[in-house]
């Protein structure tokens, strides 16, 4: 039948050839089985004013139809056709299918795949790649017609319907975000679409779920360091959960902050945007994941927020594709939004700078790309030369912390002669020594306060002394305090998100490390309690 007859034949069992304009990778359905959908057009599908859908159900990804490529050639035995009403569409247009269940064996369904190219064997011009059933074959009239339609996919006139397929796809996004605008609340988790460039795939993950990382040129929105889904469900007890509640806390429980592993890709975007996990979790056996350096659209995503950091995971009812729009048009969207990148990883309603450098000309370096230029150094490539960054982040944690603030200060005595001589004024007799984590919108790292970049550092605060000294108790109560309002503990509305901070930082590498170190230098903090 060609498609453009399909509204007669409603409920009818019919057979189809045509080519692939699209498809979705396959997903579970509530049922046993998965199901894949594929957009098909032949030489009539125009009347349909689009692309036909085909939904293929099986028990297994074997029984699944994969294409090779879009413009190849599928053939569909005792296909039925059937109509729904599309949510999607703002006047409830009727849009048809072909269901193709293999999962049935009273249906009787079979599908073979062709290459649109003619092998440069003769023998095998007929021969499919991928054959549900081995009885299934092309008789004559299917072998011309194969011919014609490879005469289709090579002039190019089925792309029309790519393209058209291609705007629908975008136009059912109906809750579709950026990276930017994806928001998650501490009660639960939000779902909706999103399209964006895989720059990693960990195929390890966290307990065998593969983790995708993924950009789209804009940057996360920052959350209160406090922020962590499992909050939400930590007062609950069991029988008071939903099994989808039970599985995300289970999930979440093994879970913390990701971290990108630079030192085994690449390549990363230019220097802006966040790069975002997403776990595939409840996928099918057997699925194969997106391929680093392609955009794809995800539907039905599923994000929250992780120690502040926003991750997205997959649900049964998510799915996702490869997307075929234009990257071009996507990036000069975000670069051309007013809340875009253009002062680096700042942006004015993340607050007022609460430190000065001395290097305030210095241009302003993402923390994503410090840590890909640190990624260079191993155990076989050595730092030679010290590298010097200036960055605008937020300090999310200190160490030490809590009850070992006073620790923070160490005798000059109990330092390498060297270091003191170098690192130490020897008008101080204590020292600070301690680590901040740092965090911009695209990464975090631990950068060392030490010595006379120390002093300097926390010299509105306190300068560097005993401070397990009873004489000093009001000096650690100052630096206590400080140290909670500048990280959000003790704020009360007016900077939920914490303190943002101009920072110089020094990256280098120690005899006898293996990788580089961080150190913040030339930079002191303002007062602001």
Known sequence: IDSGRVPDVLNESVNFMGIVVDWEEPRKTKGPDLMMSLKVADFSTHLLGGPLEVRVFARDMQGLPKPRKPGDIIRIHRARVDCYRNPHSEDGATSYQLVVSMSRKECRCSFMLLDAEAPSDP?????????????????????????????????????????????????????????????????????????????????????????????????????????????????????????????????????????LDYSQIEWIPPSFGTIMPIMFWYQPKGIEYPSRGKWIRIRNCGFAPVDSQVQGYFVPATRWAPWTGSEKKLLQAALEDPRGPADGCQPIQYGPLYSETLHGIRSVTPIRDILWSSSRFNGNVRMTTPEYFRCKARIMAIWPGNDEIKKITIHKSALDPEIVEEDVSPDDEWVFACRLTLEDPTGYLEADVFGKDGAYFFSNITSPKDLSLEENKDDLLKLRKYLCEIMGVYDTGSHPLGRWFDICIKMYQPIGSSEPHFRIFDTIAKYVV
């Open 123 to 259: 023998t095998k011009e007929y021969e499919p790649y991928k054959i549900s059933h081995n009885q299934f074959h092309l008789d004559e009239r299917n072998m011309r017609l194969l011919d014609v339609l490879r005469k289709f996919s090579a002039d190019g006139t089925w792309k029309v319907f790519a393209k058209a397929a291609q705007r629908k796809a975008d136009e059912s996004m109906k809750y579709r975000r950026q990276i930017r605008s994806v928001y998650s609340r501490n009660e639960g988790t939000q779902f909706f679409d999103l399209v964006a460039l895989v720059v990693h795939v960990d195929t390890e993950g966290i307990d065998g779920n593969p983790i995708v990382w993924v950009w789209d040129g804009t940057n996360a929105r920052p959350y209160p360091p406090y922020l962590d889904f499992r909050n939400s469900l930590k007062p609950k007890a069991d029988n008071e959960m939903t099994e989808v509640e039970k599985s995300l806390y289970h999930l979440y429980g093994t879970m913390s902050r990701m971290q």
